[in-house]
């Protein structure tokens, strides 16, 4: 870092979180009036007991809800497109995201479409589309009932493309929340599988945000802390949930989004391609591509691979060891060392290696990424 110019850093959002927090949500909209919200979901948690008992407590307050629930395993513009025709066809004047990363995506790219109605991806960040959101955006309230993107606390949101499946993101201040409802309750019944691949998002999150090139400090600490309580209750948190690693999940995932306005890298741009072309979940990508971005990452860098094994407790306190340890915690909650384990062939590196390429997250990497080390990394990894 130099000490020579002038860095901005940001910490907006208001966090309502533990235990019943979600109790609160009636009160603040009586309290700031608003009173017909869109309610956006994926159409499994629509039908989950909890879902129903938050819209149930709605309504008892006299709060007009409409649903909109017709999203994606991995959100694309269509989706958005359809929640907006639910907007204008009822009278609405908020918007509340009830969900995991692609429920609270879809809900973001709603509250940006609202007031911008050119294509979708005329907004799109990577070709400088943040320019175009001028106007105003609706009241915007995010409930997270996985504790993985932390997409709640962020101020972007992933869409694809319906037809290339091409992820395009969505990128404005203004799409932060006011307020987040960060109830651990609402994360209590999640199965194990998605705890541990929304778990190992949340890690790797923390990871690369602590290892990104631009200099943040703050940011740097925050990605340090949520890697403990990562360490602390990820295993717990799948095996034997109780409130406590429900919780510790929860923050640290937060943390880890809070974290990667610093940036992201080598680790996300191997996973991205594969929710495109395989429709992986997000987390199970990162998960098992991240041993393997943590090893091409270590030299040149060991210093804060040391400040990492530190933090996890490990009794070498390198690379080397950091990376192991990430491969046994993937052992631990049953997730698969090898990419042909999730359906990966071969014939697929030079499209995966071409689109990591293209990718959004690496430039941020501590050090550059070429086409060829993608492949090199996916036909390790395979
Ligand atoms: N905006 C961002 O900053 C950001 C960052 C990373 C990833 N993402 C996006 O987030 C998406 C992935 O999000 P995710 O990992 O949270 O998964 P998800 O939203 O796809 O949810 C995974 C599954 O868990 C279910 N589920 C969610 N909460 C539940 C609960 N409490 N109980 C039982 N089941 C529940 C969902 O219905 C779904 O089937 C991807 O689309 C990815 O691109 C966004
Ligand atoms: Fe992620």
Known sequence: MTFDKVYQYNFPTTIRFGAGAIKELPAYLQQNNLENPLVVTDPNIAQLPFFKSIISGLQHKNIST????????????????????????????????????????????????????????????????????????????????????????????????????????????????????????????????????????????????????????????????????????????????????????????????????????????????????LDTHHGLANAVNIPYGMQFNIAGFEDKFRRIARTLELEEETGEAVVNYLFELNSRLNIPHRLRDIQVKEEHLDTLADLAFADFAHPNNPKPVSRDDFKTLYTSAL
């Open 66 to 277: 409409e649903v909109f629930h017709g999203i994606h395993k991995n959100p694309v513009k269509s989706d958005v497109y359809k929640g907006t025709d639910v907007w204008d066809n009822t009278a609405r004047d908020c918007i509340i995201g009830i969900g995991g990363g692609a429920a609270l995506d879809v809900a973001r790219a709603i509250v940006l479409r609202i007031n911008h109605r050119e294509d979708l991806f005329k907004y799109d960040d990577l070709v400088g589309g943040d320019i175009y959101v001028t106007n105003k955006v609706p009241p915007f309230i995010t409930v997270p009932t996985t504790a993985g993107t932390g997409s709640e606390v962020g101020r972007s949101a992933i869409i694809s493309d319906d037809e290339t499946h091409q992820k395009k993101i969505l990128f404005s201040p203004k799409l932060l929340a006011q307020i987040v409802f960060a109830d651990p309750e609402l994360t209590m019944d999640l199965p194990p599988f998605i705890t541990a691949a929304t778990g190992m998002d949340a890690l790797t999150h923390n990871m690369e945000a602590f290892l990104a090139k631009n200099p943040h400090p703050i940011c740097d600490g925050i990605a340090l802390e949520g890697i403990s309580l990562i360490k602390d209750s990820l295993e717990t948190a799948t095996k034997r949930p109780d409130l406590e690693s429900r919780s510790k999940m929860l923050i640290a995932s937060m943390m880890g989004a809070i974290a990667f306005q610093k940036g992201l890298g080598v680790v996300h741009s191997l996973a991205h391609p594969l929710s495109s072309l």
